[in-house]
C-alpha cells in the first residue's frame, strides 16, 4: 500500500499503514505517541483533539491518509517541556484532576488562542464546548485559557 | 533495578519502637520508613462493606518515605489516583511534618500487595484515615534527622530543627543538608516521641499545593491504563453479550480473521451469574492494534443466548418499584409511632421519585495490560482496587497470590467502577490464551452498555403536620436493586449500609420516624457511583424537605434548620461505627455541623434577596461520608429553558489538608451532579442498554456549568473525605430552585422541564 508522509511533532514520517486507519491510532499504537486520548472513538468528545496544521482536528474520526503532506502536532510536540503558555497556565491553576481528558482540552485550546490570540469568555466557552471533561474542571479550564492569553488572574485556583 | 522499598520491610531488617513505623536499611542508603496506617480511626469499610486489613498480620507497611543521600525523598502512596488528589494530599501530610523542601519530593504509586493494608480506593477515606499517622511518620523522619545532626555536631537534639530540608543547630546557625544526614539517620533507633507541628507551623497542609502529576499530564506523559506498552503486546476487543446474563451460543469467526491486522479470535468463557467482579465473557478479537481490532470485532458474526434477563424493560420495572414503595416494606430505622402520628396530623404529604440507572462515563474507559507467563502474571491497569484485583486474578488463574504483580496506573477517572476488576480478569484470560501481553480495550459504548450502574430507585415519602406547621410524622420507603445482588444471589433489597447511605441516615429531628425497604429484583450489574445511594436518598429528601416548608407555608432555609433541629449528635447506630464504618466517637454525626453548612451556604449565597421573575434559589444540605455538605443553586427558567446560573457549595469536611483540592473536588462534583439531574438517564429494552456514547448519555459540557462558590467551613475536627460529598445535594438544590422560580416540582431525574 502507499506510504503515507507527513511530519509529526516536527519529525518527517513515512508510513505504511491502511490509509482509512484513523490519526488516533496511528499516533497511539504505531508510533507509541500515548498523550492523545479516546474518549468516545465519534467525534463526541474531544479527548484525542491534534493539529494538523494548525487546525484542532478530531483523531479519532480522521483518517491518516488526510494528514499526507501536513503537519500533526500533538501534546507531546506543543513545546519542548511543558513551556507553552497553556501547559503553564494549567499547571499554575491546578487545572487537572485525573488529567485524562486535559491533553485533548490543551490542544484544542491551542488551536483557538493561535487564530484569537484573546478570546472573549464567550469565544473560549463556543471553542471549548465539546472538549468534555467528566471530572468538571471546565471552570478552571476557562480560566486557564484566559490566563494563557494574558487576561485573567493568575495563581491557584484556591485563592478565590 | 534495586529493589523496591516496599520489599524491604517483610522480614528485612530494621528497629521497631512504635507498632506502626519502622525503619529498614537500604542499599544505596539513606533513611527509609515504612508506615502502616490500616487501623487508624477505628479500620475503616471498603464500600463493599468488607473489612480493612488490620495489623494482625503483623507489621504492614502501606506508605514508605525514603530520604536519598541526594536529598531526593520518594514517597510510596498505596491509593490509587483517579483525580482526587491522593497522591498529593497524602504526601503533603508527610513533606510537612517532616519540614522537607516540596520540590524534592517525588511520588512513586505501589502495587498491589496484601502488606498495603487496605488499598481499595473509595468511600472518600484516603485522607481520613491516613492523616494522623502520615504526620507522625514525617515527624519521625524530622526528628531522626535532628537526632544524627546533634550527633554529628556533639550538641544537644532538643537544640537542632528541621527546617526546609535542612537542619539547623538553633543556637549557632549551623545548618546540615537532609540529604547529608541521610546515611546517619537511617541507622537510629525510631524514637519513642516525636512532636508534631502546631497547626499554626503548617508549611503545605491548609495551603494550595498544586497536584504532583500536573507536569506529566499537561504534556501528555502521565500514564493511564491503555499506555503501558510492554514489548510484544497486542490489542484485544471483546464482544460481550449484550444482556447481563446472557453468553455466545456461537461464533463464525472466518471473516474477523481476514481482516488485515487480526491475529486470533478467543473465546472468554460465560460470566457465572450473579457475575460479581468476575468478566462478562464473550469473543475476543487479538490484533496488531486497536483499530485492527475493532474492525476485527464488528465482522464477528455472533448468535446470542440471552438469558433471563433479556426481559428488562425500564417501564415495566418502574411500575414495578412505584407499586413496592406502595405497600410497607421493611423498617429499618423506627422510630415513636409513624402511624398514629400520621393520622393525628393536621395535614399530611406524600410524594415519589425517581432515579433511573446511570452510567458511570470515566473519560478513560476501562483498559487494562496483562502478561501472563508460566512464572505468573503482571498487570498494568487502573484500578481502585488493586488487592482485590491481585486476589481475583490470582483465583482465576488458580495460582499463589504473590505470583501475581498489580501495577496501578494513573485512573483517567473512576467514580466506583474501576473498583470492579471485570476488565482485568478479560485481559488476564486472553494473555493467557495467546502467551503474549495484551491490552483490552474497551470503547465507550463497551463502557456504557456494561457498566455497573448506579441502582435505578423509587422513592415514597410521606409526613405528617401539626396545627403549628412542625413535622410530627417522616415514613420513607426506597426501593433499587442493591448492589450485593450482582454479588449473590437470593437478595431482593438493599441491606443495611447501602441504607446507611443517606436513607436511614436522615438527620431530622421528628419524633415518629420510619425508613423502610422495598423488593427490587435484580437485572443488570449494579455498582458503586460516586457518592451511591446518597444520589437517590440526598434527591428525595432534599426535594421532599422543600415541598413539605411550602406546605407549611416558611422559608425553606428556616424550616430545613428547624427540621434539623438543635444542635445534637445523632446516634442510632448499634456498635462503635457510624454507617461509614468509622469510630462513632472520632466522628459523631454532628447536626450542628449540618446547620453549619446550611448557614455558611445561604449566607454567602444571599439567600431570601429579591430575584426577577422566573428565577429562583433552591437549598438542600447532605450528610455523607462524614462530611457536611449544603448547597445553594440560583436558577432561571425561561418557557422550557432551564439555565443554572451560580451554586454555592459550604462544606465542612473538618481540618483541611489542601484547600485547592477540596475546592476541585466540589466544583467537581457539582459538574457531576448536574450531568446526572439534567442528563444522565441507562434505560433497558429487552435487558440492553439503549445508550451508548455521549450523544444519547450526555454529561455536562462548558457551557452548562454555572459559577460556584465553594466555601470550607475553618474546623480542627479530624479530616474527611471530599470525593464523594459534594454530589448528593446538587440535584436537589436544582430541583427546589426550579420549584422558587416557577411553582413546579421535580420529582424524576434526569430534570424534565417539558410537559412537566
Ligand atoms: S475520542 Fe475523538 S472526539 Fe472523543
Ligand atoms: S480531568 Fe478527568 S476527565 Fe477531565
Redesign the interface.
Known sequence: MAKVRLTVNGAARELDVPPEMPILWVLRDVLNLTGTKYGCGTALCGSCTVLRDGEAIRACVEPISSAEGTALVTIEGLSANGTHPLQVAWRDLNVAQCGYCQPGQIMNAAALLARNPSPTDEEIDAAQQANLCRCGTYLRIREAIRVAAGEGSTGRGGDS | MSRPVWDLFPGGGGVTRRSFIRTAAAAGGGLILGVSTACEGGGSRTPAGGRSVGLEGGFSPNVFVHLHPTGDVEIVVARS?????VRTSLAAVVADEMEADWSRIRVVQAPGHPDFGDQNTGGSQSVRNHFQRLREAGAVARRMLEEAAARQWEVPAAECAGRNHEVVHLPTGRTAAYGELAEAAGRLQVPENAVLKGADQFRYIGR?L??V????????????G??V?PPGMV?AAIARCPVVGGTHRSYDAQEALRR?GVLRVVEIPPAESPPGYGSLGGVAVVA????AALAGRDALRIEWDLGPHATHESSAYRASLEAAVREPGRPDRSEGDVDGALRAADRTHSAEYYVPYLAH?????PACVASVTREGCEIWAPVQAPQTTRRVVAGMLDVPEDRVTVHVT??????GRKSKPDFVLEAVWISKEVGRPVQV?W??EDDIRHDFYHAVSMQRLEAGLDDSKRVTAWLHRSAFPSISATFASGIDRPPADELGLGNTTVPFDVPNLRCESCPASWHTRIGWLRSVSNIHHGFAVGAFADELAALAGRDPREFLLDLIGPARVIDYWAGEENAYGVDKRAYPYDTGRLRGVVELATGEAGWGRSLPAGRGLGLAAHYCFVTYVAQVAEVSVTGDRLRIHRIDCAVDCGLVVN??QV??QM??????GL?LALHGNITMRAGRVEQG???DYP?????E?P????HIVNSDAPPTGVGEPGVPPVAAAVANAIFAATGRRIRELPIRLAGV
Open positions: 489516583e483517579m483525580g482526587q488528589g494550595p498544586g497536584g502529576d500536573n507536569l506529566d499530564i499537561t504534556v501528555g506523559a502521565a500514564l493511564f491503555a499506555d506498552r490489542y488485515p496488531e492494534n486497536t483499530w462515563a470515566s473519560m478513560e474507559p494513573l485512573l483517567g477517572g473512576a467514580f480495550f470503547t465507550r484547600p485547592d475546592k476541585a466544583e467537581g462534583a457539582i459538574v457531576f450531568s456514547n455521549f450523544d454529561i455536562c459540557a462548558l457551557r456549568v459559577e460556584i462558590h465553594v
